[in-house]
C-alpha cells in the first residue's frame, strides 16, 4: 500500500498563475484533509471532505477550492496564486477523525 | 474556543532526559487528544492518543497525561533519544469531523 501520496512535490508559480494539488489515497477512507504548514503557525485546516462529493471550509479556505469526485482523490486548486500561499501543503485521510495519515507534502513557492 | 495553545515553542534537552510539551484548550466538548510526530521534509504521523476519561496512557517512553479539570495535557518522553528529534504537535478533536492542532514543539535532543 502506498498510503496518501501527493501530487507534485515541488512547484514554483508566478502571482496570478494557477495549478491543482492532487491527494490520493488508498486505504479506503472517508475522510480526506488540505492543511498547511508555516513556520509558528502550526498546521491549518484549508478544506476538508468526509466522502465522496462532499466538501467543508476550514479554517483558512480562502484562495483555495476542492473537488472530491472519487473516494481516493482530494484535489487543492489555487485559481489565482498570491505570495501568500507560498508554504507546504500536506494532505491527510482517516477512517477515524483524530487518526488521520499524511502524506509527503508540496512544497509551494508564489513568486 | 476552538484553540489549542502548546508550549514551549522549541526544547532541548540531553539524551537521557526527560522531554515535557505542554499543550491547554478551552472547548470542554473536545473529546479525543492525539499527538503526532514530524521529522524534517516528512508528513506528520500519529504518535499516541488519548481520551478525556483516562488521565495517563503510556506507549513505550511516550506518555500522554490528562488533567480534565485544569483542561491541559502534556506529552513526556522518558529517556530521550537523538532519535527522538522532530516537532511534535498536539491536537483535539472537537463535535465536528476535523482536528484543531497546536503551533508545534521543535524538539532537540543533543548526544
Known amino acids: 500500500n502506498a498510503g496518501v501520496t501527493q501530487t507534485p512535490k515541488f512547484r514554483v508559480l508566478k502571482t496570478g498563475q494557477s495549478m491543482t494539488l492532487l491527494c490520493a489515497q488508498d486505504m479506503n477512507h472517508e475522510y480526506m484533509y488540505w492543511y498547511r504548514q508555516d513556520p509558528g503557525m502550526g498546521l491549518r485546516l484549508i478544506h476538508y471532505?468526509?466522502?465522496?462529493?462532499?466538501?467543508a471550509k476550514g479554517e483558512v479556505p480562502d484562495g483555495y477550492n476542492v473537488s472530491r469526485l472519487k473516494k481516493q482523490n482530494f484535489l487543492l486548486g489555487l485559481e489565482s496564486a498570491a505570495p501568500s500561499q507560498t508554504s507546504v501543503y500536506f494532505c491527510?485521510?482517516?477512517?477515524?477523525?483524530?487518526?488521520?495519515?499524511f502524506g509527503p507534502g508540496t512544497r509551494l513557492t508564489v513568486t | 474556543q476552538q484553540q489549542v495553545k502548546q508550549s514551549p515553542q522549541s526544547l532541548i534537552v540531553q539524551k537521557g532526559g526527560i522531554s515535557i510539551i505542554n499543550c491547554a484548550y478551552e472547548?470542554?466538548?473536545?473529546?479525543?487528544f492525539p499527538w503526532y510526530q514530524q521529522f524534517p521534509g516528512k508528513g506528520p504521523a500519529l504518535l499516541i492518543a488519548i481520551r478525556p476519561d483516562v488521565s495517563e496512557k503510556k506507549e513505550g517512553r511516550f506518555t500522554i497525561s490528562f488533567n480534565k479539570s485544569a483542561k491541559q495535557f502534556s506529552l513526556h518522553i522518558m529517556d530521550s533519544q537523538p532519535g527522538d528529534s522532530a516537532t511534535y504537535f498536539c491536537a483535539a478533536r472537537g463535535d465536528t469531523d476535523k482536528l484543531i492542532f497546536g503551533t508545534g514543539t521543535r524538539l532537540q535532543v543533543f548526544p
Open positions: 491527510a485521510s482517516s477512517a477515524r477523525v483524530h487518526e488521520q495519515y
Open positions: 472547548n470542554t466538548a473536545f473529546d479525543y
Open positions: 471532505s468526509v466522502g465522496e462529493g462532499t466538501t
